[in-house]
């Protein structure tokens, strides 16, 4: 059953993102700049219905349209990297793979975690795969045309409205989109900043999380 669309939901949820959403991104923003990392980029949380339905290909091999498939009425987290890149993104796939191990009984069952590779021209699944073996993530990471992951980069909002910065893709490895399709809440965190504050997202997207308590790592 598809999820639902009504149109005073996604009102709220966008005042909800306006009041509290971006005032959180700028404090995880704040916290990722002192501990050293990159600067985030703009945060902007999709549009309702704009979330690109491309066609993309699992690390095992498996094709599937990004939002049918993967999104639609799902609570996810969603980021962007890419196999050869070996400062950032390894570090930052350590850290998500702390919030995933966090999620427990939930992660795959009705908490989904993806990452999609921004040279998709150069990461088969085959490479996506051993990087995810090389880095114990045990999530799905997704490659597919390079004009559909850029639409798809761009309707995720991760993106720079320069556009000497959005080119750089080394901008884009440094955030993890966080998001509930089903009630049209999204919000964004730096990937590198500590595990909890991660999940602290969760807890302002997901009604369960909130009202069954706070996920934490140990």
């Known amino acids: 059953m598809d999820a639902p669309r009504d149109p005073q939901r996604r009102q709220a949820a966008r005042r909800w993102l306006a009041l509290g959403g971006v005032a959180g991104l ?20 999709p549009s309702a219905g704009s979330i690109p339905d491309v066609p993309l290909v699992t690390h095992d091999g498996r094709k599937v349209r990004f939002y049918s498939d993967l999104v639609r009425g799902r609570v996810v987290f969603v980021n962007m990297m890419y196999a050869q890149c070996s400062e950032q993104c390894p570090p930052m796939t350590q850290n998500l793979r702390r919030v995933h191990e966090a999620l427990g009984s939930r992660a795959g069952q009705d908490i989904f975690m993806y990452s999609i590779t921004l040279l998709p021209e150069f990461d088969s699944p085959a490479d996506l795969r051993a990087y995810r073996e ?67 997202c969760l807890i302002s997207v997901d009604p369960r999380t909130r009202a069954t308590g706070r996920i934490r790592v140990a």
């Open 134 to 200: 090389q880095q114990g993530a045990n999530w799905t990471f997704l490659t597919g045309r390079k004009a559909d992951v850029e639409q798809l980069r761009r309707g995720l909002g991760f993106s720079d409205p320069d556009p000497q910065l959005d080119a750089d893709i080394t901008r884009h490895t440094g955030m993890v989109r966080v998001g509930n399709d089903a009630l049209d809440r999204w919000t964004m965190a730096p990937a590198r900043v500590s595990p909890n504050q991660i999940l602290e």
């Open 26 to 45: 700028a404090a995880s923003g704040a916290a990722l700049l002192r501990g050293g990392g990159s600067a985030a980029p703009v945060a902007r949380a």
